[in-house]
């Protein structure tokens, strides 16, 4: 069983992607797990984030995953 920790990771990742994706799904659909412990901490994760806050991460998490090769100098 994983930590805690690491479902509200995983909740705050997927709002990212979620909004990334531009869907706006109900997240007690998309929660990996039925453990009603472990759904809450998956929820707390997911509303951990909104606002400006969320479009700033989902702005980094892309320009991540850009790969930009223009070398500097």
């Known amino acids: 069983m994983k930590s ?3 479902y509200v990771k995983r909740g705050r990742e997927a ?3 979620t ?3 531009g869907t706006n799904p109900d ?3 998309i929660c990996p797990v039925g453990d009603p412990t472990l759904v809450n901490e998956f929820l707390k994760g ?3 984030i909104s606002g400006v806050r ?3 991460e989902a702005r980094i998490a892309n320009t991540a995953k850009t ?3 223009n070398p500097r100098g």
């Open 54 to 56: 969320l479009e700033a």
């Open 67 to 69: 790969n930009r090769s």
């Open 46 to 48: 997911w509303h951990s």
């Open 15 to 17: 709002r990212i992607s």
């Open 27 to 29: 997240p007690q659909s």
């Open 19 to 21: 909004y990334q994706n």
């Open 4 to 6: 805690y920790p690491h």
